[in-house]
């Protein structure tokens, strides 16, 4: 009988090991991408601000940018199978704030709608209450210091005022805790606003950037007491307001380690799962035009 060499049978074994190898990874099935834990997007609205909060099956909305960004924002939250909203929250009754906000209401199931105590003459203004009236919604009144869960989100009203005179100083501030990780919603307060706040919760990991980088808010003593991670700004490329301010570009260079601009980037999307923050970008057709009343 003819002797097989031994070195024989191990070159067949490792080809045979290989060939397994080679049939397992071919054969595996690619997993889907994991679905994060909390998504928030700063949506590129232009000259305007819109915030989308996807937790779980739950959805929650700050602002809707302006007029012209309203059915581009009901195409855009269709496209992702969107259905209801938690919470539909308008800081404050600017156009640029509030402007999309009737579309959104007319288009989707809402359960709760959120805004300060404040009114205001304007067409953009009505065109809300009247959608609201519509669906046969109440406006829930922010106060300072109330507090609402969404899932496992954890929300607090840092600030809400009550100054029709002042619509900027008066908008509503969130702050937004997941497990490891916090947020500071701050709509267009102003820096007379942010010194009554220095004895808050403020200490956060993401910050978004007040007024679109107005220098007259993010002021030296807020930033330091927020120390976020990150800063994120809404503002239009093309602008007649010069943002991004200089100056506060500058203050949040010193307290921040990374600053993302939607008229750069385009949509920013955060993807958190309680102690990672990862972000990225995307362009999105949500951009209808600039808004004048900011």
């Keep these: 009988m003819k002797k097989i060499k031994i070195e024989n049978i191990i070159y067949s074994l490792v080809i045979l090991l290989i060939i397994a190898i080679s049939i397992y990874f071919i054969s595996k099935p690619i997993e889907d991408k994991k679905t994060p834990d909390l998504e928030v997007q700063l949506i590129d609205v232009g000259q305007a601000e819109s915030i989308l909060i996807r937790h779980q099956n739950h959805n929650i909305l700050i602002d809707a940018g302006n007029n012209k960004d309203g059915e581009l924002l009901v195409e855009y939250f269709k496209g992702m199978n969107i259905k209801e909203f938690d919470y539909i929250i308008g800081t404050h009754p600017h156009e640029d704030?509030?402007?999309?906000?009737?579309?959104?209401?007319?288009?989707?199931?809402?359960?709760?709608?959120?805004?300060?105590?404040?009114?205001?003459?304007t067409k953009t203004f009505e065109e809300v209450l009247d959608a609201i009236e519509n669906k046969n919604l109440k406006i829930e009144i922010t106060k300072d210091d109330d507090t609402f869960n969404v899932g496992d989100l954890k929300f607090e009203v840092i600030h809400s005022g009550t100054n029709s005179e002042d619509l900027n100083g008066s908008s509503i501030v969130l702050r937004m805790d997941y497990k490891?990780?916090?947020?500071?919603?701050?709509?267009?307060?102003?820096?007379?606003?942010?010194?009554?706040?220095?004895?808050?919760?403020?200490?956060?990991?993401v910050y978004k950037v007040a007024h679109h980088s107005s220098t007259h808010s993010n002021t030296y003593q807020f930033l330091e007491k927020v120390t976020p991670k990150y800063a994120i700004i809404s503002f239009a490329k093309e602008n007649d307001y010069y943002y991004p301010h200089i100056k506060t570009i500058n203050r949040l260079k010193k307290y921040t380690q990374e600053i993302y601009m939607t008229s750069e980037l385009g949509t920013i999307i955060i993807e958190d799962d309680g102690e990672n923050i990862e972000i990225s970008s995307k362009e999105t057709n949500t951009d209808g035009g600039d808004a004048w009343d900011i």
């Excluded at 490891?180 to 990991?205: H, M, P, Q, R």
């Design 97 to 121: 704030h509030i402007g999309g906000l009737d579309n959104v209401i007319n288009n989707f199931d809402i359960k709760h709608v959120l805004m300060p105590d404040l009114t205001t003459n």
């Design 180 to 205: 490891a990780n916090s947020y500071l919603f701050t709509s267009d307060i102003t820096g007379e606003v942010e010194k009554t706040l220095l004895d808050k919760n403020i200490d956060v990991d």
